[in-house]
């Protein structure tokens, strides 16, 4: 469906600039920019360039990098649009039609995440009935239900509800067949889990990152995201007064997840409780940056290309898959081309074919936007 945005205004209007530029900001890695970033450090070539270059590699287990914060970020986004959607919370009377709106549109995305990984090749060892944007769909499902039907307070006791019983469960329930509950890779519950009662095709053989226990702290992450937005959309806050919360939740947050993470380590394969928190408390400190840079300040020029792509994140998500810009940028940056860059230096070739699939991506969302094309899922 196509129509024109609400415009982005400072305050607590509707639609934000800055969340439209850092979810694009943020598919902008998802489509690419990370192999940019590492083929760019690469061709650097030194100790300093390939510490940074390990940043857009997700992390092997334990621990937390930069692109370990790409998905999350996503989901938290997510969880923010749903309170800044146009009647997300109608009167009591009215919440039935919207909560057919909900699951209609969590089962479009769903289908869409399915489609995405082969669709319906082979019911039982080709469909992957659980992947990025399947996570999404439950996510939203969940996350704007209990919006729809649980006031904020509710919302905070949920999300600690959530976190405090993976915990729990990860820490304390014995694997059937195993042993005593453990963090290993293949042999934690949620594995387990997976193993047993997950059909279809899994992204590590018999587990999923994006499975089904550690749906339920993802959960937690998008409800972190409505609870964000509450907080944006409360119109007796200043501008100065919600820079400084964000930062400060942010901060607190970072705090929490790596307190945490001395118990309970951070883990994104399981999506582990620290891991929403550190996730989450970095979300918040860069959405204070874009919000404050574009929503406050008005400087909004040198985030054109992320706000065209934030504006139709999942369609240029599903193109990218499909023409497959990685590709393509190959085909036009090979052969003699290849050899001449590589001979001018080492791994420039790898720069420039990155850069022309990134170019895709962004040429693709200026595309629609100056069209005024936006496709809400």
């Given at each position: 469906?196509?129509?024109?945005?609400?415009?982005?205004?400072?305050?607590?209007?509707?639609?934000?600039?800055?969340?439209?530029?850092?979810?694009?900001?943020?598919?902008?890695?998802?489509?690419?920019?990370?192999?940019?970033?590492?083929?760019?450090?690469?061709?650097?070539?030194?100790?300093?360039?390939?510490?940074?270059?390990?940043?857009?590699?997700?992390?092997a287990w334990q621990g937390f990098r930069f692109y370990d914060l790409i998905f999350p970020l996503f989901v938290f986004i997510s969880g923010i649009s749903i309170v800044l959607s146009r009647n997300?919370?109608?009167?009591?009377?009215?919440?039935?039609?919207?909560?057919?709106?909900?699951?209609?549109?969590?089962?479009l995305l769903y289908l869409l995440g399915v489609f995405f990984y082969r669709g319906y090749s082979g019911w039982e060892n080709d469909i992957r009935y659980l992947g990025v944007l399947q996570r999404i769909a439950l996510c939203y499902f969940s996350a704007a239900t209990l919006h729809l039907?649980?006031?904020?307070?509710?919302?905070?006791?949920?999300?600690?509800?959530?976190?405090?019983?993976?915990w729990g469960l990860m820490t304390l329930v014995p694997v059937p067949g195993?042993?005593?509950?453990?963090?290993?890779?293949?042999?934690?519950?949620?594995?387990?889990?997976?193993a047993h009662f997950l059909g279809g095709k899994k992204w590590n053989g018999a587990h999923d990152p994006e499975g089904l226990l550690s749906t339920l702290p993802a959960i937690a992450s998008c409800l972190l995201g409505v609870l964000t937005g509450l907080f944006l959309k409360d119109p007796s806050r200043t501008a100065a007064q919600r820079l400084t919360g964000l930062t400060t939740a942010?901060?607190?947050?970072?705090?929490?997840?790596?307190?945490?993470?001395t118990a309970f380590p951070i883990i994104k394969n399981l999506w582990t409780s620290s891991y929403v928190c550190v996730a989450a408390g970095?979300?918040?400190?860069?959405?204070?940056?874009?919000?404050?840079?574009?929503?406050?300040?008005?400087?909004?020029?040198?985030?054109?290309?992320?706000?065209?792509?934030?504006?139709?994140?999942?369609?240029?998500?599903?193109?990218?898959?499909?023409?497959?810009?990685?590709?393509?940028?190959?085909?036009?940056?090979?052969?003699?081309?290849?050899?001449?860059?590589?001979?001018?230096?080492?791994?420039?070739?790898?720069?420039?074919?990155?850069?022309?699939?990134?170019?895709f991506c962004i040429w693709l969302g200026w595309l629609l936007h100056g069209r005024r094309i936006f496709l809400r899922v």
């Open positions: 469906m196509a129509h024109s945005p609400t415009s982005a205004v400072s305050g607590t209007s509707s639609r934000l600039a800055g969340l439209d530029a850092l979810r694009g900001f943020d598919m902008f890695w998802i489509c690419g920019a990370d192999a940019f970033g590492h083929a760019f450090l690469k061709a650097a070539n030194g100790p300093v360039s390939h510490a940074l270059a390990e940043q857009f590699e997700h992390v997300a919370k109608p009167p009591a009377g009215d919440r039935g039609q919207a909560f057919l709106g909900i699951a209609k549109r969590a089962g039907f649980l006031s904020p307070r509710a919302l905070k006791v949920t999300v600690v509800g959530i976190l405090l019983g993976y195993v042993g005593p509950a453990n963090l290993q890779p293949d042999t934690n519950l949620a594995h387990w889990v997976d942010g901060l607190a947050l970072l705090a929490t997840g790596h307190l945490w993470g970095w979300s918040c400190l860069i959405l204070a940056l874009f919000h404050g840079l574009i929503d406050v300040k008005g400087w909004s020029g040198w985030a054109k290309p992320f706000t065209w792509i934030g504006m139709n994140s999942i369609a240029i998500y599903l193109a990218s898959n499909l023409a497959d810009f990685g590709k393509l940028a190959r085909r036009l940056t090979g052969g003699e081309i290849t050899t001449l860059l590589e001979g001018l230096h080492p791994g420039t070739a790898g720069v420039v074919t990155a850069f022309v699939s990134v170019g």
